[in-house]
């Protein structure tokens, strides 16, 4: 049985860093692409990040050069680095493993709410 646990979301000022963390179990987790995505509500859920299982790495262009997708294969982890943080970046976001590197998602988290304050 597959299973994503998100956790490190919360509040945040604009300008501010926050980073998610992802732990997945069921999987064979080294070999298994992995992306964040986020939605808001009334909206389609965003993909926001990118990882290989090798650890090449792929962004939105709304968080290029602001966030960081990385991995530990060792821990069975995800994590998503936020920095300079926008209110527009307020939205639930869960991590999801993938089909195959940036493509569909396959299963889901429930994810973790980010909140951005101006």
């Known amino acids: 049985q597959v299973r994503l646990v998100e956790s490190g979301g919360g509040l945040v000022q604009a300008g501010g860093s926050l980073k998610l963390s992802c732990a997945a179990s069921g999987i064979i987790f080294g070999g298994t692409p992995m992306g964040w995505y986020r939605q808001v509500p009334g909206k389609h859920r965003e993909l926001v990040a990118s990882?290989?299982?090798?650890?090449?790495?792929a962004y939105s262009d709304s968080t290029e050069g602001r966030f960081t997708i990385s991995r530990d294969n060792t821990k069975n982890l995800v994590y998503l680095e936020m920095r300079r943080l926008k209110p527009e970046d307020t939205a639930l976001y869960f991590c999801a493993t993938q089909s195959g590197y940036n493509g569909p998602a396959m299963y889901w988290g429930q994810g973790t709410q980010v909140t951005v304050s101006s």
């Open positions: 990882i290989h299982s090798g650890g090449q790495t």
